[in-house]
Structures are given as structure tokens and as C-alpha cells.
């Protein structure tokens, strides 16, 4: 029986977040449990950072971007002793059981946690680059899709206008899902992803085409692609085709931040809903997510070692509507 439990959200914060911890924090009062948030994710566990939060402690933070219980990266949690002060720390507090929002790193995390304290808990899948598996989209993805093609929008506008040739770098670490989805949604006319190895001579070719036909190009780059960022590829062939007149734009953080979509906050809410009354139903150990519409709850392991694919059909819709 759960009468008491924790919430913190770790590793690259998403839009939504907040909106996760809305719906753990007042399902978890629905249920007459009580919620403690801990700052600073793992580090703010180790060193005992928590703070009581209540239905009313929610109240306008739906909307926001980044996460009110913030995030950091921890050195000591990475050590057992680490650990074991975290699991202590929440037996000192009463605490029965622990929420983790975040992607992969933070349901390692809190599989370690788990299989080496006892700790239970039960993950939330929230990361913009949508590659945790267990859920076939995680918190974050959705925004930061929408403000990457939004800036992608801007600068088609521009490149139009000069005829260039625009490398647009997006976030990505591992995989490739904001490219190729934000790609097929701009009307790029390539996107290098780090699940497929593209061939800079493809890409050269498919521009030297376009470029003559359309004028101006976009060329999304996940950040995690094998030949490199951005700025390496651009260089790479602008030294091959010098009539290109070429930019570089690096997305970066602003893809984390801003006011989550409307898609992000419902999965928000009904992942930290569904966490919670899957404590309450004896689940633990698992990621909560939506898989074909349906709340599932994965097991960590299986959630962490699942290599997410981008769908393969898209590069090829890519290739057929970028004409
Ligand atoms: O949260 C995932 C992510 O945004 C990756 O896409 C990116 O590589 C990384 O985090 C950046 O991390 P940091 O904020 O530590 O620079």
C-alpha cells in the first residue's frame, strides 16, 4: 500500500514536464497519497533536497516549459554508496515510492536504483529526442518538433529569397527522430540521420539537382550524425560545389525550451496519472508510456535496451515529396 510518495524529474529537461508533474502531484492527492518533490533530480535525492508539494502548488505550471523540481546532472549518484544514501534517504522520509521523469539516462538510473537498493518506482518517458523506448513518443518531442520547424519555416523563407543552401542542425544525440520528422514536415530536401549511414556524394547530388531546379535547399542534420554537425558538412560541400552559396544554422537549446503543445501536455497527464495508479495497482520496476494508443508499462531493462527506430518508411517519403 503507497501512502507516501516521491517525484523528480532528471537528465535534458522537455517541455511538459511540468505538466508531468501536475498530474503525478494531484492524481497521487486524488488518491488521498502524499507527494514529495526532489530538486535537482538525482543530486537533490543524494543530498536529501525535498520539498512537499500539494494540489495547489500545481496551479500554473501546465503551460511552462522546463521542469519547476529543475534538473542536474549527478556525480555521487553514479556511485553506490551514492545510491544507497538516495534509497535511505527516502526511508528516512517515509517515502514508499519514487517517480523518475526523464529519457534514457534517468531510467538507468533509476533501474539501478531499483534492482541494487529495493527502491520502487516506476519511470516516465519525457525526452525531446523521443529515443526511450516503451512508448512510441516520449514528453517533449512534440514541442520541440514544432519549434524546430517553426525556425525551419523562417529560414526557408530567406533561403528562397537568395537562393542558398541552408544546413539546418537539430537536436539528436542518438537518433534522428526530430530530423526526419521536422524534415518531412518543412519540405527538406535531405535529412542526415545518425541511424543511416548517408553518403555526403548522394547528398551533393541531390542538391546539385534541386538547386538548379528550386533555388534554394534545406538540409535538416540531426546533431548525432556520423559525418559530422552542421558546420563540418557545410564545409565538406562548399569545398566540393563552390557555387553554392551556402548558411549553417544550429539549433541547439532552443528546441528544449518554450510552452509545451497541446499533444505534450495530454501525453503529460496521462503518463503521470498512469504512473501513479500503476504504484497503486502493484507495478514498479517499468517505464510507463503509449504504445499504440495504450498505456504500457515496460519493464526498465527492456525500456532502456530497445534501440528506438526511426520509422523507415519516412526517408523515403522524404525522398519522394523532396522533388
Ligand atoms: O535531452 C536530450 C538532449 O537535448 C540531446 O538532444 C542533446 O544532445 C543533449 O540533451 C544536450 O544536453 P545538455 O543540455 O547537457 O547540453
Known amino acids: 500500500m503507497i501512502t507516501h510518495l516521491a517525484l523528480l524529474t532528471s537528465g535534458g529537461d522537455a517541455p511538459g514536464m511540468n505538466a508531468a508533474i501536475r498530474a503525478v502531484v494531484r492524481t497521487a492527492h486524488f488518491h488521498g497519497i502524499k507527494a514529495t518533490g526532489i530538486m535537482d533530480g538525482y543530486d537533490g535525492l543524494v543530498k536529501g533536497n525535498f520539498i512537499e508539494l500539494g494540489p495547489r502548488d500545481m496551479r500554473n505550471i501546465v503551460q511552462r516549459g522546463g521542469t519547476m523540481l529543475r534538473s542536474a546532472r549527478s556525480e555521487s549518484f553514479r556511485t553506490v554508496e551514492g545510491r544507497a544514501t538516495a ?28 534492482t541494487e537498493q529495493g527502491v520502487k518506482l516506476i519511470g516516465v518517458a ?14 517533449g518531442f512534440d514541442t520541440a518538433c514544432n519549434t524546430a520547424l517553426e525556425a525551419m519555416d523562417r529560414l526557408r523563407d530567406t533561403a528562397a529569397s537568395y537562393g542558398r543552401i541552408f544546413f539546418v542542425e537539430v537536436m539528436g544525440r542518438d537518433t534522428g527522430f526530430i530530423a526526419m520528422h521536422t524534415g518531412i514536415a518543412a519540405g527538406a530536401e535531405y535529412v542526415m540521420v545518425p541511424e543511416r549511414r548517408e553518403n555526403v556524394n548522394e547528398l551533393v547530388s541531390v542538391l546539385e539537382n534541386r538547386s538548379k531546379e528550386k533555388g534554394s535547399c534545406i538540409v535538416v542534420v540531426a546533431e548525432g550524425d556520423e559525418e559530422g554537425g552542421a558546420f563540418k558538412l557545410a564545409a ?42 500503476g504504484l497503486i495497482a502493484g507495478k514498479h520496476s517499468c517505464v510507463v508510456g503509449i504504445v499504440q494508443g495504450a498505456i504500457t508499462f515496460t519493464p526498465h531493462a527492456k525500456a532502456i535496451a530497445e534501440k528506438k527506430m526511426i520509422e523507415p518508411d519516412l526517408m523515403r517519403l522524404l525522398t519522394m515529396l523532396a522533388v
Open 126 to 139: 519525457s525526452t525531446i529526442d523521443n529515443d526511450l523506448g516503451g512508448s512510441d513518443r516520449t514528453i
Open 236 to 277: 565538406e560541400v562548399g569545398k566540393r560545389c563552390p557555387q553554392f552559396d551556402i548558411r549553417v544554422s544550429v539549433l541547439g537549446h532552443l528546441q528544449r525550451g518554450g510552452s509545451p503543445t497541446m499533444a505534450d501536455r495530454l501525453l503529460a497527464a496521462r503518463l503521470g496519472a498512469a504512473a501513479v495508479e
Open 87 to 114: 534509497a535511505k534517504n527516502l526511508r528516512d522520509a517515509g517515502i514508499d515510492a519514487l517517480i523518475c521523469i526523464g529519457g534514457g539516462g534517468t531510467q538507468a538510473g533509476a533501474h539501478q536504483l531499483s
